[in-house]
């Protein structure tokens, strides 16, 4: 059983180009959560989905961030206008939908963005 | 408003000794806590939880604590390993009908030292 699938792992854009972060959840999980970590700090919550919906964006920036989660394929995270303030790691994690093990999060490896 | 706080950012420990690594939180709300290490430059992964119902849960070297008069918890390696060394998270999440959204705290870096 693969776990959380993030890829790339790393991604360099420069300043006003779009970036396209990719996340497959583990088999069988149905909520995705996507997590930015700035130099020297924690995780920070940004977005939590479920096929075809977005649960809880409160995380996320008002602007030129966007996120989704399709009936098929993996979930996106969407940077557009990339500003080196966005340069960081970003984590996608999944969880399942019931169960003891609900509110536990499996975590992809990440992705890093530089932005030039 | 930081609903889960760790305020040491990093500790430093002998192997063999025990490593007490804490972390509080203000909602009142939370029922569900979580600890995940985390190696650089990989994802966090799950170490141990506990529910509220319990104020204590161990798993093989690692305990947590939960004192929710106090509102805290802590996690306790014993005894601390050089491979222990990594970054800790503290999370909480709170009750709903769908998988838990957790809050995250800063970090601990623990550095255990041969």
């Known amino acids: 059983n693969a776990g959380v699938m993030q890829n790339p792992r790393h991604l360099v854009r420069r300043r006003g180009q779009e970036a396209r ?3 497959s959840p583990m088999k069988g999980h149905s909520h995705v959560y996507w997590y930015r970590q700035l130099p020297e700090e924690g995780l920070k919550f940004m977005v939590y989905l479920q096929k075809e919906n977005i649960i809880d964006e409160s995380g996320m920036p008002k602007e030129r961030f966007s996120a989704e989660f399709p009936k098929e394929g993996p979930s996106i995270l969407r940077i557009q206008q990339v500003v080196r303030g966005d340069s960081a790691a970003y984590f996608c994690a999944s969880s399942p939908n019931r169960g003891a093990a609900k509110n536990i999060q499996y975590f992809g490896a990440g992705t890093r963005l530089s932005v030039l | 408003d930081q609903q889960v706080k760790q305020n040491s950012p990093s500790l430093s420990v002998q192997e063999g000794r025990i490593s007490i690594l804490n972390c509080d939180y203000t909602n009142s709300m939370f029922d569900y806590f979580l600890w995940y290490k985390k190696y650089p430059a990989e994802g966090p ?4 939880s506990i529910s509220s119902i ?4 161990e798993d093989g070297r690692f305990t947590v604590f939960l004192n929710k008069s106090a509102k805290h918890l802590s996690l306790h390696i014993v005894p601390s390993q050089p491979g222990d060394s990594a970054v800790y998270f503290c999370a909480a999440s709170a009750p709903n ?5 957790s809050t995250f705290g ?7 030292k041969p």
């Open chain 1, 21 to 23: 972060l990719r996340c």
């Open chain 2, 45 to 48: 992964t799950f170490l141990i």
């Open chain 2, 54 to 57: 319990k104020d204590k849960n």
């Open chain 2, 97 to 101: 009908t769908n998988a838990g959204k």
């Open chain 2, 106 to 112: 800063d970090g601990t870096t623990l550095t255990v």
